[in-house]
């Protein structure tokens, strides 16, 4: 258990479907994070979160869409992806957005399918 | 963030001691050495950090010569259960830099 909590564990959706992944930490950090990570890649930087603003997206295709409404929570909502979007997506948090030296704190990730 | 160099695969056997070694001859000097570790469909988890010389926890071990151009994450008697991927990170708190996860070094323990 590192703190930071993931939800759902694993989601099939179909091109046209719209869902949300969930991502909950709870250890007081400032910063949340949202990576990508495709079969045998590299960790790839979505969106960064500090105390509740984007600081930082990496050219993130407009279907993902992130939402942080408090420092604790964050969101990534999905809309007619594709296939190639198939792939495990982790949250991670630290005390503020100032990685490596700050420590990330990652949840177990979503794995999601696209049909 | 300066750029990192690790070997893409080791294979070691249960009860050895395991040394991983990350090349970074671009460091800055306020960059940090930071390493994690992640097992299949997990999320990293934070082994170990340093500056310079010898930094030592309950799991690692890490070495970092004096020109600081390098370091080695050392695993003291591994087990099957460190089969794992292992990144190593160098950068600086106070610069903007982009967070980079490099390809890391996949570690696979014998029996």
């Given at each position: 258990e590192t703190g930071v909590t993931q939800t759902p564990r694993h989601?099939?959706?179909?091109m046209t479907n719209k869902k949300s992944l969930k991502c909950e930490q709870h250890l007081g950090?400032?910063?949340m994070y949202w990576y990508k990570q495709s079969a045998k890649k590299p960790l790839e930087l979505m969106f960064v979160?500090?105390?509740k603003e984007q600081t930082e997206n990496n050219s993130v295709?407009?279907?993902?869409?992130?939402?942080?409404?408090n420092s604790s929570h964050l969101f990534l909502h999905l809309h007619t992806l594709q296939p190639e979007d198939s792939a495990l997506y982790l949250c991670a948090s630290s005390q503020d957005s100032q990685p490596p030296t700050d420590t990330q704190y990652f949840g177990p990730g979503t794995r999601?399918?696209?049909l | 963030l300066a750029k990192t160099t690790q070997p893409i695969s080791m294979d070691s056997y249960e009860g050895q001691e395991v040394?991983?070694?990350c090349s970074h001859n671009n460091i800055a000097t306020n960059d940090y050495i930071t390493w994690y570790q992640q097992?299949?469909?997990?999320?990293p988890r934070f082994i170990i950090q340093g500056y310079k010389t010898k930094v030592t926890n309950e799991v690692a071990s890490l070495f970092i010569p004096a020109d600081r151009k390098s370091s080695t994450l050392s695993l003291p008697r591994v087990s099957l259960s460190d089969t794992a991927v292992y990144y190593c990170l160098v950068g600086d708190r106070g610069r903007d830099d982009k967070i980079i996860f490099g390809k890391g070094?996949?570690?696979?323990?014998?029996?």
């Open positions: 989601l099939v959706m179909g950090h400032n910063a979160y500090n105390f295709p407009s279907r993902f869409s992130p939402e942080c409404p999601l399918t696209v | 040394n991983i070694t097992f299949p469909s997990q999320g070094t996949r570690l696979h323990i014998l029996p």
